[in-house]
């Protein structure tokens, strides 16, 4: 009786391979190929599992936003605000956002650029920017947040303070002056674009901020609020859009955003600057 020629047991992936016509003298090499293959994804998903930790724990900053409205003319400037929540998602930072429970000093027809007869809430306004998902600026905790950021807007001039109607000489809204003063006295970093530093310049004599670059066409309102802002006892210092300032001292940090006349994209990157240099300090 012949003897039968007994092949050894063979796995299920050797299987797989037979079955894909790879001769046996092949098979080592393909396994070799894919237990490789496999360790080296697990080592990937190690490594994004430990990105994801670190962004969280490490970057995890707590950030509050103050809005002051829903449009350029008489609120929050729409993209400002935009671009300071992508640059804080981008960076890992979570966010709550807040405004006054006050009335508008005006609502304008942005279709027109004229003022209409009408009324609105800062807040009920500002929750439409904020999907809804917003918090009277009464509520906001210093002991629960990193650092602010005010985007800016005419909301901010006519909203927030008084500034769009009496310049230097204006007053600021209770509610955002505690706030400023709060995350100031703590030692945490305010952030604020376009006309909003005139907030910090009003409430923090001696400090430094910038609205964009003096004595130059592409800032054409520039000059004028950087005068204003010197004569209220601080420091104007000029900085091109796609910067941003930082004032070590009082943790301001600040850029020009639509103050200049530039594109859209140079007003974002300006914004990511800001962004990135309030987080360095939280």
């Known amino acids: 009786m012949a003897r039968k020629h007994l092949k050894p047991p063979v796995s299920a992936e050797e299987e797989d391979v037979e079955e894909e016509g790879v001769l046996p003298a092949d098979r080592s090499a393909m396994l070799t190929l894919l237990h490789r293959c496999?360790?080296?994804?697990?080592?990937?998903?190690?490594?994004?599992?430990?990105?994801?930790?670190?962004?969280?724990?490490?970057?995890?900053?707590?950030?509050?936003?103050?809005?002051?409205?829903?449009?350029?003319?008489?609120?929050?400037?729409?993209?400002?605000?935009?671009?300071?929540?992508?640059?804080?998602?981008?960076?890992?930072?979570?966010?709550?956002?807040?405004a006054p429970n006050i009335d508008q000093m005006h609502v304008v027809n942005h279709l027109k650029g004229e003022p209409s007869e009408e009324k609105r809430n800062v807040l009920v306004e500002s929750a439409r920017l904020a999907r809804g998902d917003i918090q009277d600026l009464?509520?906001?905790?210093?002991?629960?947040?990193?650092?602010?950021?005010?985007?800016?807007?005419?909301?901010?001039?006519?909203?927030?303070?008084?500034?769009?109607?009496?310049?230097?000489?204006?007053?600021?809204?209770?509610?955002?002056?505690?706030?400023?003063?709060?995350?100031?006295?703590?030692?945490k970093p305010i952030g604020l674009c376009c006309i909003s530093p005139v907030l910090a310049a009003k409430v923090f004599p001696g400090c430094e901020v910038t609205v964009g670059i003096e004595k130059d066409d592409k800032y054409p309102d520039t000059t004028d609020t950087a005068a204003a802002i010197n004569q209220l006892g601080c420091?104007?210092?000029?900085?091109?859009?796609?910067?941003?300032?930082?004032?070590?001292?009082?943790?301001?940090?600040?850029?020009?955003?639509?103050?200049?006349?530039?594109?859209?994209?140079?007003?974002?990157?300006?914004?990511?600057?800001?962004?990135?240099?309030?987080?360095?300090?939280?």
């Open 38 to 98: 496999s360790r080296n994804f697990l080592t990937f998903s190690t490594i994004q599992a430990g990105n994801r930790s670190y962004y969280t724990t490490q970057m995890g900053k707590r950030v509050a936003v103050v809005l002051a409205g829903c449009g350029v003319y008489d609120g929050s400037e729409i993209h400002e605000a935009s671009a300071v929540l992508v640059h804080l998602s981008r960076r890992g930072a979570s966010v709550n956002m807040f």
């Open 138 to 187: 009464s509520k906001l905790s210093v002991k629960d947040h990193d650092a602010v950021i005010f985007p800016g807007g005419f909301g901010a001039a006519k909203n927030l303070c008084t500034w769009a109607m009496q310049g230097k000489d204006c007053s600021v809204n209770d509610e955002v002056k505690a706030t400023l003063q709060a995350f100031h006295g703590e030692g």
């Open 235 to 282: 420091k104007h210092v000029s900085k091109g859009v796609s910067e941003s300032h930082v004032d070590e001292k009082n943790k301001l940090v600040t850029t020009s955003a639509f103050m200049c006349k530039a594109p859209i994209h140079e007003i974002f990157d300006g914004i990511g600057a800001m962004v990135q240099d309030v987080l360095k300090l939280a």
